[in-house]
């Protein structure tokens, strides 16, 4: 008798049920799907933000897409050409996956938070984001 309850405690599936169970007590589960993809939400402001295939505004349009007044994923943000819209002015890019898919870079001008040519806070920068 005392076999079969010790076969039991320490059945493989019992020992995957009581680890999987502390885990989640101790707070030690996988971080949520977003933080393992590599992506971040951030809000775009203006109308009409057009998408390019790279950071700077020589660049050509990489969809069609335009943006206006979306939060989107980002995947991170890079020092590239400048750009001044008003008030507002800024060399960093944010390498975004738009609404429909695509994926390419908005000027940081048009993302919410942050200040005049610094980068959007939280975002990582890389200068190698893709």
Not at 10 to 23: D, I, K, M, N, Q
Not at 37 to 55: E, F, L, N
Not at 60 to 68: D, F, S, V
Request: proline share 6%; glycine share 10%; hydrophobic share 40%.
């Amino acid at each position: 008798m005392f076999s079969k309850i010790t076969t039991r405690l320490f059945s493989p599936r019992a020992l995957l049920t009581a680890l999987l169970g502390l885990t989640a007590l101790l707070g030690l589960a996988a971080a949520p799907a977003q933080a393992q993809q590599g992506t971040w939400p951030v809000h775009v402001w203006a109308d009409q933000v057009r998408v390019r295939t790279c950071d700077g505004t020589s660049c050509g349009l990489a969809t069609t897409e335009q943006l206006t007044d979306v939060t989107v994923q980002a995947i991170c943000q890079r020092w590239g050409g400048y750009v001044s819209d008003g008030p507002y002015d800024n060399h960093y890019w944010v390498e975004v996956i738009t609404p429909h898919g695509t994926v390419g870079w908005v000027s940081a001008v048009y993302v919410s938070g942050g200040n005049n040519d610094e980068p959007v806070p939280a975002l990582p920068e890389d200068s190698d984001c893709r």
